[in-house]
């Protein structure tokens, strides 16, 4: 099974954020990202988090999410949102979910080859949700219960798992991107013996890295510059090709 995958596109009308990323060509580069899964024949397709931005005014960051879902629906390619703290700057989990047609994490989704394990760890370290207390993108939280779910589900599974996460369970990339326990994390990952790779985003540089011998791999950010960058996973043989310029 082939998935597409692309993460931070950040889309919103503004034409320069953050002095490196150009939000306003997401939607052409999401496309550009469809285009090219529809032509490999991709089966199904996920947004690692901050799939938009904050925009001026509410009604027109609801244009943009609007927007922005009507053209990846358009392709008809199954569409999972991994939720990024930019997502929850401007919409709550339940206003994302009914603009999207996606669920709120934690959940599964079984396909042929592997369990999909989908987490939210936008939640503070008091265990509120960004939404809900305010977005501090430097103190994210895996809450108790996507713990205690992230261990049921990990081992009560006869196929391999593949976790998929928008803020780093990578110890080796900047700390601010790192939820804060991610160490209990990878512990329960490692434990179970039954997950084939982590795979995140929220850190735009993107990495990939093996730790006690599970790959950690993290999307560059769509959004930096006027390039693109998305990839496709191979689920066969959990190859990944680049798709990059």
């Known amino acids: 099974m082939k998935i597409g995958l692309f993460a ?10 953050c002095r490196t990323r150009r939000p306003s060509l997401s939607l052409s580069k999401v496309k550009e990202a469809m285009e090219t899964f529809r032509k490999e024949g991709v089966e199904l397709c996920i947004c690692l988090g901050d799939l938009v931005d904050k925009c001026d005014s509410l009604e027109e960051s609801y244009m943009c999410l609007d927007e922005m879902i009507g ?23 339940e206003e994302l979910s009914e603009h999207t047609g996606c669920r709120i994490p934690p959940y599964t989704v079984d396909i042929e080859t592997h369990r999909l394990v989908i987490l939210d760890a936008n939640y503070r370290s ?51 991107h790192i939820v804060k326990n991610a160490a209990r994390i990878r512990n329960i990952i490692e434990n179970s013996k039954n997950v084939a790779m982590v795979i995140q985003g929220h850190y735009h540089r993107g990495a990939d890295n093996i730790i006690n011998g599970i790959r950690y791999f993290t999307l560059p950010a769509m959004c930096e510059g006027v390039g693109n960058s998305y990839c496709v996973l191979e689920t066969a043989d959990m190859t990944i090709f680049f798709h990059s310029k």
């Open 126 to 176: 008091d265990f509120r949700r960004f939404d809900i207390a305010g977005v501090d993108w430097t103190d994210s939280n895996l809450p108790p219960d996507q713990l205690e779910y992230l261990n049921i589900y990990l081992n009560d599974c006869g196929k391999p798992c593949i976790v998929l996460i928008h803020e780093n369970l990578d110890n080796s990339v900047e700390t601010r």
């Open 71 to 93: 053209m990846i629906r358009s392709y008809n390619i199954p569409f999972l949102l991994v939720p990024g703290n930019h997502d929850y700057t401007v919409f709550s989990a």
């Open 8 to 17: 931070d596109s950040h889309y919103c009308k503004a034409e320069i954020l």
